[in-house]
T-cell receptor, first 112, second 113 residues
């Protein structure tokens, strides 16, 4: 399983962009990069995933470095509801490896 | 559409007892996974079931077991409860195929006294 390094915590102001970094230097060529977040008192929530190229969805964008050793989750305009722990999880879906290995994540605080 | 439903939400048990937790996945999802979350260890994978078969297992003792029914609903059982089993137990469902995200339930908070 690839190891990840994320900042323990980050702060942002409401309505400003947030860039959440993740290093995953031991990622294998077939691992996707998944991001989940966990709001207080809730289960984790899927945010986005990608393999090589940058990805966008209604929640966020995912920028993946060319060497795939790092990625950045981008929240374009942070809201108070985005305050959560964000987890970067390399891995492969499907078959016997169908599991998520959570690290410690980044606690994002959003100030009004 | 209805999300992942876990019952009960809260549970208090005594050391040595056993407990069964239930999870109803999103309709059409065939994969159900279980996770344990504690302040000390964070989120840890317990096991995953797909079409009634355990497909993947985490590093937990044999006291932790699970099963999945033909309607994809799943149960997990913990026997001979220990104080350290106090945790939030989360269930997640997915269609089961490559590239699909998991949908988590809100969890069952188990307290062992």
């Amino acid at each position: 399983d690839a190891k990840t390094t994320q900042p323990n915590s980050m702060e942002s102001n409401e309505e400003e962009p947030v860039h959440l970094p993740c290093n995953h230097s031991t990622i294998s060529g077939t691992d996707y990069i998944h991001w989940y977040r966990q709001l207080p008192s809730q289960g984790p929530e899927y945010v986005i995933h990608g393999l090589t190229s940058n990805v966008n969805n209604r929640m966020a964008s995912l920028a993946i470095a060319e060497d795939r050793k790092s990625s950045t989750l981008i929240l374009h305009r942070a809201t108070l509801r985005d305050a959560a722990v964000y987890y970067c999880i390399p891995g492969v879906y499907g078959g016997a490896t169908n599991k998520l290995i959570f690290g410690t994540g980044t606690l994002l605080a959003v100030q009004p | 559409k209805a999300g992942v439903t876990q019952t009960p939400r809260y549970l208090i048990k005594t050391r040595g007892q056993q407990v069964t937790l239930s999870c109803s996945p999103i309709s059409g999802h065939r994969s159900v996974s279980w996770y344990q979350q504690t302040p000390g260890q964070g989120l840890q994978f317990l096991f995953e079931y797909f079409s009634e078969t355990q497909r993947n297992k985490g590093n937990f003792p044999g006291r932790f077991s699970g099963r999945q029914f033909s309607n994809s609903r799943s149960e997990m059982n913990v026997s001979t409860l220990e104080l350290g089993d106090s945790a939030l137990y989360l269930c997640a469902s997915s269609p089961g195929w490559l590239n699909y995200g998991y949908t988590f339930g809100s969890g069952t908070r188990l307290t062992v006294v």
